[in-house]
C-alpha cells in the first residue's frame, strides 16, 4: 500500500542547533514533495517544494533534500529558535503533477531556549 | 488583503442535521480543496475542485457534499450521514495550472452536540 511516514514523536533539540526531520514514503513516484508548518489550531502555510529532478533547495535557514531512490526527503532548519516551534508536514504529489497532494501526520518540534 | 477565510471557527452539530462550512477565496484560484483534520492523522482529502462548476471525490468523500458556482467559493456540507464528523476542517486553494502551492484557510472546528 502506499504511505508516508514522518517521525511521529514530537522532536526536542536546543535553541541554535539544526533540526532535522524525516520524510519516508513507499510506492509512490511523486513528481515533487512539500513542506508546511503549522501551529496549533491554525492551517498550514507552505514552506518549501522540491521537484524530483532536484537534489537539494535552500530558503533562509531551512534545507530541503529529495532522494527518490532513497524515497526520503529531509527537512533541516539551521540556528533553531524557539519560534521555530511547531508541527512540520510534508506533501506528496500523487497526481503526477496535477495539483493532487497527499499528506504525512507531521512531526512535532519543540526547540528549547 | 489577499487571502482565504473560512467560516464559523466554530461549528456545533446535533444529531441529524446537515452543516454547511464556508470557504472563500480572493486570491483568483483556479482549484480549491476540502481536507479534514483528526488527531494522530495527516490531512485527508474530502472533496476537491480544479474548476469552476467541477468537482472531484476525494478520499473520504463519504457523507459529505460540495459545490462550486462561483470561483471565489467552495462550501462543503456535512450531511447526517457522516456518522463521525467532529474535526478540524481545512479549506485550501492553489493557483492551478501546474502551480502546486497550496494556500490554507484558518479552518473550521467541527463538534457534535
Known amino acids: 500500500s502506499q504511505k508516508i511516514e514522518q517521525n511521529s514523536e514530537a522532536l526536542n533539540i536546543q535553541e541554535g542547533k539544526t533540526a532535522t526531520l524525516t520524510c519516508n514514503y513507499t510506492?509512490?513516484?511523486?513528481?515533487?514533495l512539500q513542506w508546511y508548518r503549522q501551529d496549533p489550531g491554525r492551517g498550514p502555510v507552505f514552506l518549501l517544494l522540491?521537484?524530483?529532478?532536484?537534489k537539494e533547495k535552500r530558503k533562509e535557514r531551512l534545507k530541503v533534500t529529495f532522494d527518490t531512490t532513497l524515497k526520503q526527503s529531509l527537512f533541516h532548519i539551521t540556528a533553531s529558535q524557539p519560534a521555530d516551534s511547531a508541527t512540520y508536514l510534508c506533501?506528496?504529489?500523487?497526481?503526477?503533477?496535477?495539483?493532487?497532494?497527499?499528506f504525512g501526520i507531521g512531526t512535532k518540534l519543540q526547540v528549547i531556549p | 488583503d489577499g487571502g482565504i477565510t473560512q467560516s464559523p471557527k466554530y461549528l456545533f452539530r446535533k444529531e441529524g442535521q446537515n452543516v454547511t462550512l464556508s470557504c472563500e477565496q480572493n486570491?483568483?484560484?483556479?482549484?480549491m480543496y476540502w481536507y479534514r483534520q483528526d488527531p494522530g492523522q495527516g490531512l485527508r482529502l474530502i472533496y476537491y475542485?480544479?474548476?469552476?462548476?467541477?468537482?472531484q471525490k476525494g478520499d473520504i468523500a463519504e457523507g459529505y457534499s460540495v459545490s462550486r458556482e462561483k470561483k471565489e467559493s467552495f462550501p462543503l456540507t456535512v450531511t447526517s450521514a457522516q456518522k463521525n464528523p467532529t474535526a478540524f476542517y481545512l479549506c485550501?486553494?492553489?493557483?492551478?495550472?501546474?502551480?502546486?502551492?497550496?494556500?490554507f484557510g484558518p479552518g473550521t472546528r467541527l463538534l457534535v452536540l
Open positions: 485550501a486553494s492553489s493557483i492551478g495550472q501546474g502551480k502546486e502551492t497550496q494556500y
Open positions: 510506492n509512490y513516484s511523486p513528481a515533487y
Open positions: 522540491i521537484r524530483e529532478n532536484e
Open positions: 506533501a506528496l504529489d500523487i497526481s503526477g503533477g496535477y495539483q493532487k497532494v497527499t
Open positions: 486570491l483568483n484560484h483556479d482549484a
Open positions: 475542485s480544479q474548476i469552476v462548476n467541477d468537482f
